[in-house]
């Protein structure tokens, strides 16, 4: 780890953070002198981050926990806040695809859906809220999308909660300002990411599944997908002091897919 960083001493909750977007937010935010917390449902995901982090010099330890329950969300974070003894940062980047169908939807996959994408954010912000006002201040991130800021033909329900975390961004940075808690979104386009066969392949074969992905990709101006790490990279910005004065915020990182 190197001197100069833009978390030095900052103590980072990550939710989902042992693949794709979340591990590499991990690892940038250790590089950068913050104390991870990495809360994934998978043990064995979460153990393989911790040990690069720490590997690497930095400081971090897994949770484990279905952010699906919200009283998991509520055990983790409790869990994490005593580890650090407090809470500066928070990224609620837990979520999945969801269901395609909207006739004859399958109501349980909705729900499912909705505690995931959307519930989970929230009782994850009310649990760090209280830790971030005993220290003075602190930083929310949610991941949205660029569904969530351009209806999606082909994924209604996700764009549905993806429009509902910006609405609880724009809401919750005014509510909390006073506490000098800033709150904002990063919304990306299309990710090269573990979940991205699962989203683009629900309902159909292999070859949908391509399809599907040339589709997007090709609606993306910078022709090609995002790395984890380049999401990752606004999450830092939005998170570190360098964005004091930011609040309230939807940021697309989405390869200019929302300015067509």
């Known amino acids: 780890m190197t001197s100069g960083m833009r978390m030095q001493g900052k103590r980072a909750i990550v939710t989902a953070g042992a ?3 979340g591990r590499a937010g991990c690892m940038l935010f250790a590089q950068q002198g913050a104390t991870v917390a990495v809360v994934d449902i998978s043990a064995e995901r979460t153990a393989a981050v911790v040990g690069e982090v720490t590997g690497a010099g930095g400081r971090a330890k897994g949770f484990v926990a279905d952010l699906s329950k919200p009283g998991e969300c509520r055990r983790v974070m409790a869990e994490a806040a005593a580890w650090m003894e407090g809470v500066d940062v928070l990224w609620a980047h837990a979520g999945s695809p969801g269901p395609v169908a909207v006739e004859g939807i399958d109501i349980q996959d909705f729900d499912a859906a909705v505690a995931l994408n959307l519930t989970s954010a929230l009782v994850c912000a009310g649990e760090a809220a209280p830790h971030m006002r005993t220290a003075g201040g602190g ?8 569904a969530g800021l351009v209806g999606s033909t082909f994924s209604p329900v996700y764009s549905a909660l993806k429009f509902g975390l910006v609405g609880f961004t724009q809401s919750l940075a005014q509510r909390f300002a006073a506490d000098g808690i800033r709150v904002n979104a990063v919304c990306p386009g299309p990710v090269d990411t573990p979940m991205l066969p699962a989203f683009m392949g629900r309902n159909v074969d292999e070859a949908g599944q391509a399809a599907n992905q040339a589709r997007i ?6 022709g090609r997908l995002a790395q984890p790490h380049e999401i990752a990279h606004a999450a830092l910005w939005l998170l570190s002091d360098d964005a004091s004065y930011v609040t309230g915020v939807a940021l697309p990182v989405d390869g200019g897919y929302v300015a067509r």
Do not use: E, I, Y
């Open 19 to 21: 693949s794709g977007m």
């Open 139 to 146: 930083a929310m991130l949610f991941t949205s999308s660029v």
């Open 217 to 222: 990709v090709a609606a993306v101006p910078l």
